[in-house]
């Protein structure tokens, strides 16, 4: 009951920080434009979904490059793509 509570309150959280990062921050969507940014080394957080930031249609990559007056990056659990 307790761990539901505290990740339902984290995903609110990560939700409340992304709304306000594209309210206010500079973002790219897709995944050619988000392959872009990285290889530029512009890209400050990836975010890899089904479907994100409330958008009607499938959105699967999500590059944020300022985060505005947002903490995501600093909220976010250190995550690396190896095993």
């Keep these: 009951m307790v761990a539901t509570k505290k990740t339902k309150k984290s995903l609110e959280s990560i939700n409340s920080r ?14 050619k434009q988000t392959l872009k940014m990285i290889r530029q080394g512009k890209a400050k957080l990836v975010i890899l ?32 793509g190896e095993k």
């Design 18 to 31: 992304l709304h306000l990062v594209l309210k206010r921050g500079k973002y790219v969507l897709g995944y």
């Design 49 to 80: 979904s089904n479907n994100s930031c409330g958008k009607y249609y499938r959105v699967c990559t999500l590059s944020i490059i300022d985060p505005g007056d947002s903490y995501i990056i600093r909220s976010m659990p250190e995550q690396t």
